[in-house]
Structures are given as C-alpha cells and as structure tokens.
C-alpha cells in the first residue's frame, strides 16, 4: 500500500471504529456485530504495527499505556471540583428549593433530575476536541493524574465526535462500576487468587487508582458525565440541560435518566419514581441530585464554602445497615440447595426491615470471616434479597466461634454434598426430603408453572404436614374432605381448590416442562424443548446429543434433563399425572429432522461461528454420521480456516467440499 492509501485508510477505519464506540458506549444501540467491530480494530492495528509513524494518541488503538507508574503525579483543577449538600426528606428539600426562591426573588425556574452516582468524581480535559489529561477529585482542588487509566475506559472518547465543540473543555462525570460488572470482576479475583472487593464503589477506586493501567483496562469501569469544569473559546449553551445534550451529541455519555423538571413538586415526584426503580438500575446510586437549568441563576445563586447553592443531593434511605447476627440456619431449595441464611436483629434498609439475609454459601461465609453474635453489614441492592456484606471485626466478642455448615440435612437428615465445581452445598434426600417435596409442590402449583389458583405456600405446606401428598402428583387425588378439615378451610374454598386443580389439567408442554422443576430448565428453557421435540416422550428419550442442539441448551443443562427423565421416581410421577388428566395439545411445530439422514460427513480445518463438537452434534441430530477419515463413501468435507491434508484427498476422490456457512444452512433449512 503507498503512504497515501494507508493513511487514509487509517483515517476511515478510525472514524468508523469511533462512530461504533459512540453508537455503543453512548447511546446503547450498536449497528454492527461485535466480531465485525473487531475485525476493523484488528486491521487498524495492523496498519498501525507495519507503520507505527502514523500512531497518533487519539486512535482508538491507543487505550493502554504500556508502563506502570510509581507514583500518580498531581493535577491542579482551575475551577475546584465541589460537593454537594444534602436533603434527606422531603422538608429539607423544600427548604432549598425556598432559599432559592427568596434569593432570585422569581418563582418560575426550572431544575435538572439526575441520579447520584454511587463512584468516584472525575475531571477530563479535552482540547481541541483531543483528550488531554484525566483527573481524580482529590481534595477538590487538586487531585491525582490518572489519565492512563481513564483511556482504558471504553465509554470515554479519546476525541470527540461531531463539532462545534469549544477549544478547552473540561468535563466532569462519575466512574462507577455496574452491579454485573462488579460481579464478574470478583469472580475472576477469586480464580486468580486475589483480593475481592467489597461493593461496587471500591472496585472501581481500586481500579481506577492503580498504577498500571494493563490491569485497568481489564476492569468494567464506565462513566456517566454530569457537568462542565474550565470552558474556553466557545459559548456552549445556556443551561445544564442542553450542555448535557450536547455533551452526548459530542460521545460522552449523559445518564438516560436526566430529566427537566419544571418545579419542586416535579422534584419530589422525580425523587419517587426514581427510588422505586433503584433496584432495577443496573448500577448502585444513593440518590438523586437536583440543578438549576439555567446557568445565569446558578451563578446568581453562588456557591457557599465547597458545595454550591444552586444544587443539592436529595439521597436515599441508606441501602447498607448495620446490625446483629443472631443466628445462622440452613434453608433447603426446591433442588436440594442448601442455602445458609443470616438471622439477625430487625433493622430498617433502604425503607424495608430486614431480619433475614442470605449469606450464599460457606466459601462466602469463610471469605467475609462472619461469626454468629458479630455486628455486620446487611445491604438491600440491585435484586430483593438483603445480604450479609460483612463483619465489623473491631466489635466482635471474645470466643466467637467461625462458622461450619451441618454435614446433613436439618429437614430429612440426608448427607449435604457439595459436587465437585460447585459453590453450594445440596442435600443428597431428593424427593425424600420434605423440604425439597415442599418446594418442587410450591413451583409446580406457581402462577407460571400450572398456575393452580389459590394452592398458596401455606396451603403446600400444611398438605405435606398432614402427608397428603407424596409428589406432585398427590395434587390431583385430594378429595373434599381432606381439603375441607386443614386449618383455614371452609368446604367452599377447597371445592374451590378441586375445580382449579381440574382446570390445570389441560395445560401446555412448556408449562408441564418447566412445571416439573428440573434443574436449570426455567421457562424459555422449557419453551425452547417444547418446539424442538414436539412432544414429551422424544424429550425423555433424548440423548446429550439431541438436547445441546436446542437453543438455550448447553452441556450441563442437558446433563439435568437427561438425569431428570432418567429417574424412575420423576417417570413414575410424570406417568401418574397423565393418568390423573393432565394433557396438552399436539405441538405442531417439529423442528427436529432427520433431513441428512445417511450422509456422511468429515470435518476439517478450524470452524469459525460453532466449535467442531457443537457441528458434529447437530449433525448428527438431523441424522447425519460424522467420520474422521474421508473415503469414497464420504458425501461432504466441511472445510474451516487452514484445512488439512482431508481437502487434497476430498478432491482425489472427487467428494464435494462445502464451507462453513453452507453447514450452517443446511442444519437450519
Ligand atoms: S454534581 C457542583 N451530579 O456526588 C456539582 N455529582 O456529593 C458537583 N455525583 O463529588 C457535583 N452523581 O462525585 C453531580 N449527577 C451528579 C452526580 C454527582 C454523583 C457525586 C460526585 C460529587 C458528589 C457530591
């Protein structure tokens, strides 16, 4: 390639490769598939290699510094990085939405909603639309310089994108790190051995105070931005609100929650719409921070000692308490999994009391270091089960004891196991175990199981008590009078039981499927092998090979089914819940085929878009045998990436050679 042709070429694959950054990171939608963006990366970074004159720091190669630092040096920042008052109620927030009424002395302004992120503050220099340097907060006016770091971050533009941005921006926003993030980040510690990280919060100080960025770049770090530091050079706007839009119109990436909010009333609404949504963000945030829109009445408003007067954090009630640990017990899961549970003295997070929490697994327990009578942490966040985060070890008694889950099940008596590669503990009892029987009864009558209308957890639970029913299929031999003499039960609601429970039985394959509990089998699962097989009876025949075809369905999943119908205990409850009634309609739609029947087929070279043992186990599910070696009764040798010697005698033997994609289109047509 002439200088000419590869330097434009450069060119193009960078404003490509940002274009798609900016379509990901900042606006949620990517046009292209990951493996395409990749492919334009890698060709960036070839050209790069053979030329490395024409690297230039904004390329999109350029996120990784290749050496650790010492030390971080320091930064000043020209406009202080402030803080935030706070209101926590609803009379505070009124308060301030006063004191700024009586100083502007107008009653029409408008506020900007935003949620506070629970990360760290940072600042980001941009000039001439270049990033220039990143900072920490610091002690707000002068702070650390982690710019290596901050170019790993994905979401982070190394140049700006459109135009008419001023010649020296600085932008300031808040690096967090996600509640999935901040879960696989702790799981990879484990594996490697290291130090797992507390919450969200102190991963992602870990991560983005660390002196060698290689290790940065491997965290989830991402970034909302919120606000402006020194500008230069370019009016930008007028209020917050439009700053924001052109912030992200420019690929920094805004919350998609920022609201304009026409007066405090509207406040305190956007307060509660956006605390009942909390636990469904995907990141952690402790509140909302309110703004006046307009920059002219916030400078009106001035700011006093280091947080300004025009905005305030409105926070949340605090997710994260602080309690006693009274007890620990076992809790039994429908499939045997034990589950220790924290009991503790009641205490309110978040708004919700809390008396119990999870405390997952014994690994977790001896990693917290948690001890029966220590002060610990229960945090409330992300999903509803409260948990243990940890024990305050500066308060615990003389003598507490560490942890040791039972060795046997505290329901039936069974051995608890814990299966090679496993974190929990399951009781080994099955079916004989109460606990289990309860549970696979509880799931089974569930709304999205048979859906069995008014079979409620009490209910289950006291048919077991009275040994009503053995198994599932129990349900359907109730009679009036059982039902009618348990506690709470007057003839008409357990004749109502019995007609619920003759209306379940005409039901769906996929209901009865995922009705049936197997393990890891939920309901699109269960969906997915319904339309596959048809019907029940090819489902309890299939082998491993049938069943990892199904989308959905990987080795282990369809190692459960597999051992599920293998059971004669569940094939004597399946067959007794057919005999009782239960049925669903005829599943039109048989995916399964045995189209290549009889063809031969050899594979060689590397396949791309499936692994050599998925191919060979879809073929063979529509019927096709897979060979090794290639022989005059071979019918196609599938060819991947640097075939082998197979190709050459393929074409001797005058055999038909296919590639890649027409394998594809020939186990989907
Ligand atoms: S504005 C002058 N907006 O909260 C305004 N801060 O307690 C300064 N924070 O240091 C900050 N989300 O780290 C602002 N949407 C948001 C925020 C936010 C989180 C943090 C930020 C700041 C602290 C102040």
Not at 50 to 59: F, G, K, L, V
Not at 366 to 381: F, N, Q, S, T, Y
Not at 637 to 645: K, L, Q, T
Request: aromatic share 6%; with cysteine.
């Amino acid at each position: 390639m002439s200088i000419k042709k590869y330097q434009s070429r450069v060119e193009s694959l960078r404003e490509q490769i940002n274009h798609h950054n900016y379509q990901y990171y900042v606006l949620d939608t990517p046009d292209i598939p990951d493996a395409e963006y990749d492919r334009l990366l890698r060709e960036l970074q070839e050209i790069e290699q053979a030329h490395p004159e024409i690297i230039s720091p904004d390329s999109p190669t350029q996120r990784v510094g290749a050496k650790p630092l010492e030390r971080f040096s320091e930064i000043k920042h020209e406009v202080p990085m402030l803080s935030l008052g706070n209101a926590f109620n609803e009379k505070e927030l009124r308060d301030f939405d006063r004191r700024i009424l009586d100083k502007l002395e107008i009653d029409n302004f408008e506020y900007v909603g935003e949620p506070k992120l629970d990360g760290l503050a940072i600042t980001i220099m941009y000039r001439d639309g270049i990033l220039d340097y990143g900072a920490t907060r610091g002690d707000g006016t002068t702070g650390e310089d982690v710019t290596q770091n901050i170019r790993t971050i994905k979401t982070v533009p190394l140049k700006l994108s459109g135009n008419g941005w001023p010649k020296v921006l600085e932008v300031r926003g808040e690096v967090f790190i996600s509640h999935q993030g901040f879960k696989l980040l702790n799981e990879s510690q484990v594996k490697k051995e290291e130090k797992t990280f507390a919450n969200p919060r102190n991963a992602a100080a870990g991560s983005l105070r660390q002196l060698d960025s290689r290790i940065t770049a491997t965290r989830p770090l991402e970034i909302f931005f919120y606000g402006l530091g020194k500008v230069d050079g370019n009016n930008l706007s007028l209020s917050h609100f439009e700053t924001l839009k052109k912030l992200q119109a420019w690929g920094l990436r805004i919350s998609p929650e920022a609201r304009l909010l026409k007066n405090v009333q509207a406040c305190l609404d956007y307060y509660k719409k956006i605390l009942k949504v909390r636990d469904s963000l995907p990141y952690e945030i402790d509140g909302v921070v309110f703004k006046v829109n307009l920059y002219d009445l916030q400078k009106k408003m001035g700011q006093v000692a280091r947080a300004p007067r025009w905005a305030i954090a409105h926070k949340f009630p605090a997710a994260e308490e602080m309690t006693r640990l009274l007890s620990i017990d076992v809790q039994v899961g429908r499939t045997g999994k034990i589950t220790p549970v924290a009991r503790l003295e009641p205490v309110t997070v978040a708004g919700v009391t809390v008396s119990n929490a999870t405390l997952h697994n014994q690994d977790e327990i001896d990693r917290k270091d948690v001890r029966v009578g220590d002060m610990v942490i229960v945090r409330r966040a992300g999903d509803v089960i409260p948990e243990v985060v940890s024990a305050i070890k500066s308060k615990r008694k003389k003598g507490a004891r560490r942890y040791k889950m039972p060795t046997s099940c505290p329901v039936c008596g069974s051995d608890i196991v814990t299966l090679e590669g496993e974190a929990h503990a399951r009781c080994s009892g099955g079916l004989y175990c109460s606990a289990q029987r309860v549970e696979a009864i509880k799931h089974f009558a569930s709304r999205r199981a048979m859906d069995i209308e008014g079979l409620g957890d009490k209910l289950v639970e006291q048919l077991d008590e009275k040994g009503l029913v053995q198994d599932v299929s129990g349900l359907f031999g109730l009679k009036l009078k059982q039902l009618s003499e348990l506690d709470r039960m007057g003839e008409k609601s357990a004749n109502n039981i019995l007609l619920a429970l003759e209306k379940t039985k005409s039901t769906t394959l996929d209901r009865f499927l995922f009705a049936l509990g197997i393990r890891q089998v939920g309901e699109a699962t269960a969906s997915a092998l319904a339309q596959h097989f048809g019907n029940l009876d090819e489902i309890m025949r299939a082998n491993l090979e049938s069943l990892v075809v199904v989308p959905d369905v990987g080795p282990v999943v369809a190692e459960n089914i597999k051992q599920f119908f293998r059971d004669r205990h569940n094939q004597s409850v399946i067959r007794k819940l057919i005999k009782a009634g239960v049925h669903w309609p005829a599943n039109p739609v048989k995916i399964t085929n045995q189209k290549l029947k009889g063809k031969t087929f050899v594979l060689t070279g590397t396949l791309v878009s499936m692994s050599r043992e998925n191919a060979k186990s879809r073929l063979k599910a529509c019927g096709a045998k897979v060979s090794s070696s290639v022989s005059k009764k071979t019918d196609y040798v599938v060819a991947g990436e640097n075939p082998g010697s197979k190709m050459s005698k393929a074409e001797a033997l005058d055999v038909k050679v296919i590639n890649e994609k027409t394998l594809g289109k020939m186990l989907v047509e």
